[in-house]
């Protein structure tokens, strides 16, 4: 486990707080006059879901969570519960909630792998995953889509700047320029959940 200086403690680190392991949302050094300058940051707590703020100072350091990645494969959502299967044995699922797939839940397609993180928090290792404890599911930066529905544009109509919304493959709806059709493949920013380009 490695030691974070205050200062380090940055944007998209995962760390120990309170003995959770958490996502460092933002991180601010802020350096006043007559004070030691301080890392004001906003955690997002990777069991709850929580997002709170937290300082660090200049003395304090924090443990950077001991993250392991792994496959696995989504198979389907039901009434906020999202079901994975490790790609090796169809038969070892496992559930994870809605809260802790956050934003990554409109890019799921079935039978489609992700990254799992997953938290040797030194517990018991039979967890219901068998994995160890998946905290946060990370996906490609740019994935590609099929387009299910795009309206047709309308002729004059450029009160939306150019743009339509379409509704994706596994049914999630974003924005896109007016020439994307039905059938169309599009890759997708799945950080920002915006349109990138059509493939």
């Not at 018991?124 to 047709?152: H, Q, R, Y």
């Not at 150019?162 to 950080?191: Q, R, W, Y």
């Amino acid at each position: 486990m490695s030691q974070l200086q205050y200062s380090e403690i940055r944007e998209k680190k995962i760390i120990i707080y309170d003995d959770e392991p958490c996502e460092v949302v933002e991180s601010h050094v802020a350096r006043t006059q007559q004070r030691k300058p301080q890392n004001q940051v906003k955690l997002r707590s990777l069991i709850s879901g929580k997002v709170f703020p937290a300082t660090f100072h200049v003395a304090d350091s924090a443990d950077e969570a001991d993250i392991m990645k792994r496959d696995v494969t989504f198979l389907y959502a039901n009434k906020g519960e999202f079901w994975f299967c490790d790609p090796a044995d169809k038969a070892k699922r496992f559930k994870l909630d809605e809260a802790l797939i956050d934003t990554a839940a409109k890019f799921l397609k079935p039978n489609g792998n992700v990254t799992a993180l997953v938290w040797d928090d030194g517990e018991d290792p039979s967890t219901d995953s068998g994995l160890g404890k998946v905290i946060k599911l990370s996906l490609p930066i740019k994935m590609n889509f099929k387009v299910k529905e795009a309206p047709p544009a309308v002729r004059g109509d450029t009160s939306k700047s150019g743009n339509k919304v379409i509704t994706l493959e596994n049914g999630a709806t974003l924005n896109a320029p007016m020439f994307i059709k039905d059938g169309d493949t599009i890759s997708v920013n799945t950080e920002t959940g915006e349109y990138v380009e059509r493939v």
